[in-house]
């Protein structure tokens, strides 16, 4: 069995294993190798280089899932056809969100699993504008860090979202919300104003 981190592991739960998968982004592709140990049946990982797909390739041929995933060199999703689940993970809020702009095949059904190292709110700010909405959010914790992992649809109505919401989305992990109030404490020596969002935060 593929033991995936944390931060992974909290990625591969949001995923629909009997849809169309799509890993942007994938690197050493173990999130999908572990998807078809989970049942996946097939699996796009791309990458926009030539390295990662390279070590991606080694994991695909090490775990013996080369039926069942195909690696594809893309730069977002331009050489990746339509899939229902879309994973875009360990990238920074704005690529992410240039990514998840860049999908020409959006649906109802369509979900994206998103998981930014920096720059979430950016990522929030934008998906409300477009169309999309957070389902839910999750806190994922590898190392001492934290993260958030968002599953992501589709609806069409585009909206303006508070700074609240933006930097702390539908995530109420409390381990999230220490790590968000100590990044606003210190945005708010240029903005003092972002104080006021800051919460409160559990012992
Ligand atoms: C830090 S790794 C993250 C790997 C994995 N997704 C994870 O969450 O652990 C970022 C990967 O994204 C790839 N990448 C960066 N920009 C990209 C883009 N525009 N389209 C596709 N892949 C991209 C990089 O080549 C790299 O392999």
Request: charged share 25%.
């Given at each position: 069995?593929?033991?995936?981190?944390?931060?992974?592991?909290?990625?591969?739960?949001l995923?629909?294993?009997?849809?169309?998968?799509?890993?942007?982004?994938?690197?050493?592709?173990?999130?999908?190798?572990?998807?078809?140990?989970?049942?996946?049946?097939?699996?796009?990982?791309?990458?926009?280089n030539?390295?990662?797909?390279?070590?991606?390739?080694?994991?695909?041929?090490?775990?013996?899932?080369?039926?069942?995933?195909s690696?594809?060199?893309?730069?977002?999703?331009?050489?990746?056809?339509?899939?229902?689940?879309i994973?875009?993970?360990?990238?920074?809020?704005?690529?992410?969100?240039?990514?998840?702009?860049?999908?020409?095949?959006?649906?109802?059904?369509?979900?994206?699993?998103?998981?930014?190292?920096?720059?979430?709110?950016v990522?929030?700010?934008?998906?409300?504008?477009?169309?999309?909405?957070?389902?839910?959010?999750?806190?994922?914790?590898?190392?001492s860090?934290?993260?958030?992992?968002?599953?992501?649809?589709?609806?069409?109505?585009?909206?303006?979202?508070?700074s609240?919401?933006?930097?702390?989305?539908?995530?109420?992990?409390?381990?999230?919300?220490?790590?968000v109030?100590?990044?606003?404490r210190?945005?708010?020596?240029?903005?003092p104003?972002?104080?006021?969002?800051?919460?409160?935060?559990?012992?």
């Amino acid at each position: 069995m593929i033991r995936l981190d944390d931060r992974l592991s909290a990625i591969a739960a949001l995923v629909r294993t009997d849809r169309r998968i799509c890993d942007v982004g994938t690197d050493h592709a173990l999130l999908p190798c572990r998807l078809c140990e989970l049942g996946a049946e097939h699996i796009i990982a791309s990458d926009i280089n030539e390295g990662p797909l390279a070590a991606a390739r080694a994991n695909v041929e090490k775990y013996g899932f080369g039926d069942r995933i195909s690696l594809v060199l893309s730069d977002g999703l331009k050489n990746v056809p339509p899939c229902d689940d879309i994973i875009v993970s360990g990238m920074g809020g704005e690529l992410i969100a240039d990514i998840v702009a860049g999908c020409s095949f959006v649906s109802a059904d369509t979900r994206f699993i998103l998981q930014p190292m920096t720059k979430a709110e950016v990522l929030r700010r934008y998906l409300y504008s477009a169309g999309f909405e957070i389902i839910l959010e999750n806190g994922a914790f590898s190392g001492s860090k934290a993260y958030t992992v968002m599953l992501v649809g589709y609806t069409g109505e585009k909206r303006i979202i508070d700074s609240g919401f933006a930097y702390f989305g539908k995530n109420t992990d409390p381990r999230y919300t220490a790590k968000v109030n100590s990044q606003l404490r210190k945005l708010a020596h240029g903005d003092p104003a972002l104080l006021d969002i800051i919460r409160e935060e559990q012992k």
